[in-house]
C-alpha cells in the first residue's frame, strides 16, 4: 500500500498498525469500508471461494492475538488449496493457540502444504520428522523434506543442508559437488552469505577450476545485498 493511501486509512479511523498491514493487501477498498464502519468493529467480508483474501483475514486475525478467528478464516483458505493457509495452520497446531491443537494435525496440514509446493512447510515438516513430533522420527523422511525445501530455492534449508555437509570429508569429489551445488542455488536464490561463499569456491576452484571472473561476479551480488565479506573480496 503507498503512502498517501495509508494515510487516507488513517485519517478515516483509529486502527492498529497490524491491521493496516493486514488490510493492504485486502486492497484499499475494504481497508476503507473497514475503516468507516462505526467503532471498527466490522471487518471486510470475502467472497466464499476468494482464498487469497480468507488467508489475508486470518493474518489480520492472528496479528490481533485472535487465534480462533485466524484458525476459522485460515481453514476456510486451506480447504480450497490455498498452501499458505495450510502451513499456516499447522503452525496454529503445533503452537497450542487453538483448542484443536496437536501435533498430528500440524503434520497434516504441513503435508498438504507441502504437497502444494510451500516450502516452509516442507521444512517444518523435516524439524517434525527428525525431532519425531506428530510422527515417528525418521532421519531419512526427514533429510528428504529438507532436500525438497532446498531444491525448491528455501535459503532456510539449503544452509541447514550446507552445514550437514560442511561437517563431512571434503576430500570426497560427491561432498564436494553436493557443496558446490547447494552453495550455488543459494546464491542464485539471492542469499548474499552464499553468494560471497561461492565466489571462495570459484577464487579457490573447489569444484571447477579457477574462474576469477565469476568469483567477481559472486562477490560483487554479495557486496551488492549488503555482505560485508563479499565487499572485502572484490
Same mark, same amino acid.
Given at each position: 500500500?503507498? +503512502?498517501?493511501?495509508?494515510?487516507?486509512?488513517? =485519517?478515516? =479511523?483509529?486502527?492498529?498498525?497490524?491491521?493496516?498491514?493486514?488490510? =493492504? /493487501?485486502?486492497?484499499?477498498?475494504?481497508?476503507?469500508? &473497514?475503516?468507516?464502519? +462505526?467503532?471498527?468493529?466490522?471487518?471486510?467480508?470475502?467472497?466464499?471461494?476468494?482464498? /487469497?483474501?480468507?488467508?489475508? $483475514?486470518?493474518?489480520?486475525? @492472528?496479528? @490481533?492475538?485472535?487465534?480462533?478467528?485466524?484458525? @476459522?478464516?485460515?481453514?476456510?483458505?486451506?480447504? #480450497?488449496?490455498?498452501?499458505?493457509?495450510?502451513?499456516?495452520?499447522?503452525?496454529?497446531?503445533?503452537?497450542? /493457540?487453538?483448542?484443536?491443537? =496437536? +501435533? @498430528?494435525?500440524?503434520? &497434516?496440514?504441513?503435508?498438504?502444504?507441502?504437497?502444494?509446493?510451500?516450502?516452509?512447510? $516442507?521444512?517444518?515438516?523435516?524439524?517434525?520428522?527428525?525431532?519425531?513430533?506428530?510422527?515417528?522420527?525418521?532421519?531419512?523422511?526427514?533429510?528428504?523434506?529438507?532436500? $525438497?525445501?532446498?531444491?525448491?530455492?528455501?535459503?532456510?534449508?539449503?544452509?541447514?543442508?550446507?552445514?550437514?555437509?560442511?561437517?563431512?570429508?571434503?576430500?570426497?569429489?560427491?561432498?564436494?559437488?553436493?557443496?558446490? !551445488?547447494? *552453495?550455488?542455488?543459494?546464491?542464485?536464490?539471492? !542469499?548474499?552469505?552464499?553468494?560471497?561463499? #561461492?565466489?571462495?569456491?570459484? #577464487?579457490?576452484?573447489?569444484?571447477?577450476?579457477?574462474?576469477?571472473?565469476?568469483?567477481? /561476479?559472486? &562477490?560483487?551480488?554479495?557486496?551488492?545485498?549488503?555482505?560485508?565479506?563479499? *565487499?572485502?573480496?572484490?
Amino acid at each position: 500500500i503507498n +503512502p498517501y493511501n495509508k494515510r487516507m486509512i488513517r =485519517s478515516l =479511523s483509529l486502527i492498529t498498525n497490524n491491521q493496516i498491514l493486514a488490510l =493492504s /493487501k485486502l486492497g484499499l477498498v475494504a481497508a476503507i469500508a &473497514f475503516a468507516l464502519a +462505526p467503532g471498527v468493529q466490522a471487518a471486510p467480508t470475502c467472497d466464499l471461494l476468494d482464498a /487469497k483474501c480468507h488467508h489475508n $483475514m486470518g493474518g489480520l486475525a @492472528e496479528a @490481533e492475538g485472535d487465534y480462533t478467528q485466524a484458525e @476459522e478464516a485460515y481453514r476456510k483458505a486451506a480447504e #480450497l488449496g490455498f498452501a499458505e493457509s495450510q502451513n499456516a495452520l499447522g503452525i496454529l497446531y503445533i503452537s497450542n /493457540k487453538v483448542k484443536a491443537a =496437536s +501435533p @498430528e494435525r500440524a503434520v &497434516f496440514w504441513y503435508k498438504l502444504a507441502a504437497q502444494g509446493g510451500n516450502k516452509a512447510a $516442507m521444512r517444518n515438516l523435516a524439524a517434525m520428522y527428525r525431532d519425531g513430533v506428530g510422527v515417528t522420527a525418521d532421519s531419512a523422511k526427514a533429510d528428504e523434506y529438507l532436500q $525438497m525445501a532446498a531444491k525448491a530455492g528455501d535459503t532456510i534449508s539449503l544452509t541447514a543442508l550446507i552445514d550437514e555437509y560442511a561437517q563431512l570429508d571434503q576430500s570426497d569429489r560427491q561432498v564436494r559437488q553436493t557443496l558446490f !551445488d547447494l *552453495t550455488q542455488a543459494g546464491a542464485e536464490a539471492g !542469499d548474499a552469505k552464499l553468494q560471497n561463499q #561461492l565466489g571462495l569456491y570459484y #577464487l579457490r576452484g573447489f569444484w571447477a577450476d579457477i574462474n576469477t571472473g565469476e568469483a567477481h /561476479k559472486w &562477490f560483487k551480488a554479495a557486496h551488492d545485498n549488503g555482505n560485508t565479506d563479499g *565487499t572485502l573480496n572484490l
